[in-house]
């Protein structure tokens, strides 16, 4: 039996993925602007063949953990940028 997804399900902004390790980068709104947070996952193959996730990783894992977790930085950094950029740019009220 299939389940339905909300519509509205909230979705992450990016995601930045090397192999089997993905990381989702997700934008929060707060008082004092944007805030980003990462949420970071390794896929695998069940043996029925349907992909999953796990938040859980292997010590095989760590080398690729850690270089999916420096570039969403460089990423995240980028964006805190951008934002910047754009509330200098917008028209003051």
């Known amino acids: 039996m299939a389940t339905k997804k909300p519509i509205n399900k909230v979705q992450p902004i990016e995601e930045v993925r090397i192999g089997a390790i993905k990381a989702a980068i997700w934008r929060n709104e707060g008082d004092g602007g944007a805030r980003?947070?990462?949420?970071?996952?390794?896929?695998?193959?069940?043996?029925?063949?349907?992909?999953?996730?796990?938040g859980s990783f292997g010590s095989y894992d760590l080398l690729l953990l850690a270089k999916v977790a420096d570039a969403t930085h460089t990423r995240v950094l980028q964006l805190i940028e951008e934002e910047k950029q754009q509330q200098r740019q917008a028209p003051a009220a």
């Open 36 to 54: 980003f947070n990462v949420t970071f996952q390794r896929l695998y193959k069940t043996e029925d063949g349907q992909w999953q996730s796990t």
